[in-house]
């Protein structure tokens, strides 16, 4: 309510241990490190890297060797898994032991994945009667898969395992997609590589296999 005219408006006095503002002083406390918390994190990300979206995932620690996990170079690999292909029929992996196989994590939105594809393909078909390239569809649509390899005639398995995290956590931890996966002919893991490699990358992985 305004005081009437002519008298004069005694200041508020603020209660014991508040701020003139009618802030405690915890609060202005609160307020103060909630700023330099602010301005440390502005500071970070404007002093941080440029990324590029465009630009395709290097490997885990980006040179292509495989990141710690589980999923140990020399142990059993798990091929107990039973997954369908595009015509809906079960394929067991433990089906391929006795050839090299590449098991390669991919899906139809992953723009590095697609850019590795033509050289598995040119592998499967260097390397076919000691080699099997097997394409494990993941985080994506399988009924997307079909038209995807029919356009490129995909001359490798490709199998679906959307919704299987039995898989994912068999063969992970998955870092991204591209991860691929070196069998030997014994059934034993011979190399995981996180993120896209090259076809001499791929040729070397298999060589060393044979």
Same mark, same amino acid.
């Given at each position: 309510?305004?005081?009437?005219?002519?008298?004069?408006?005694?200041?508020?006095?603020?209660?014991?241990?508040?701020?003139?503002?009618?802030?405690?002083?915890?609060?202005?406390?609160?307020?103060?490190?909630?700023?330099?918390?602010?301005?440390?994190?502005?500071?970070?990300?404007?002093?941080?890297?440029?990324?590029?979206?465009?630009?395709?995932?290097?490997?885990?620690?980006?040179?292509?060797?495989?990141?710690?996990? +589980?999923?140990? @170079?020399?142990?059993?690999?798990?091929?107990?898994? =039973?997954?369908? $292909?595009?015509?809906? #029929?079960?394929?067991? &992996?433990?089906?391929?032991?006795?050839?090299?196989?590449?098991?390669?994590?991919?899906?139809?939105?992953?723009?590095?994945?697609?850019?590795?594809?033509?050289?598995?393909?040119?592998?499967?078909?260097?390397?076919?009667?000691?080699?099997?390239?097997? +394409?494990?569809? @993941?985080?994506?649509?399988?009924?997307?898969?079909? =038209?995807?390899? $029919?356009?490129?005639? #995909?001359?490798?398995? &490709?199998?679906?395992?959307?919704?299987?995290?039995?898989?994912?956590?068999?063969?992970?931890?998955?870092?991204?997609?591209?991860?691929?996966?070196?069998?030997?002919?014994?059934?034993?893991?011979?190399?995981?590589?996180?993120?896209?490699?090259?076809?001499?990358?791929?040729?070397?992985?298999?060589?060393?296999?044979?």
């Amino acid at each position: 309510m305004d005081a009437p005219a002519g008298l004069p408006v005694e200041p508020e006095t603020p209660a014991p241990g508040d701020s003139p503002r009618g802030m405690s002083r915890r609060t202005q406390a609160w307020l103060g490190m909630g700023a330099v918390a602010a301005a440390l994190v502005l500071l970070t990300m404007l002093s941080g890297p440029t990324v590029n979206p465009d630009a395709p995932p290097p490997a885990a620690d980006g040179s292509g060797a495989e990141p710690e996990s +589980g999923l140990a @170079v020399g142990q059993p690999a798990p091929l107990h898994f =039973t997954l369908k $292909d595009r015509n809906g #029929v079960d394929v067991n &992996l433990e089906s391929f032991k006795g050839k090299v196989i590449l098991i390669n994590f991919w899906a139809t939105w992953c723009g590095p994945c697609r850019v590795e594809i033509p050289d598995l393909m040119e592998l499967q078909d260097q390397y076919r009667n000691d080699l099997v390239v097997v +394409g494990i569809d @993941v985080l994506d649509e399988f009924t997307r898969v079909q =038209t995807f390899a $029919d356009e490129l005639k #995909v001359n490798y398995p &490709l199998l679906d395992g959307n919704n299987r995290d039995d898989v994912e956590k068999a063969f992970g931890p998955m870092w991204g997609l591209p991860t691929t996966v070196i069998v030997a002919r014994d059934g034993t893991i011979l190399k995981k590589h996180a993120g896209i490699a090259s076809k001499e990358q791929f040729q070397q992985y298999i060589e060393s296999a044979l």
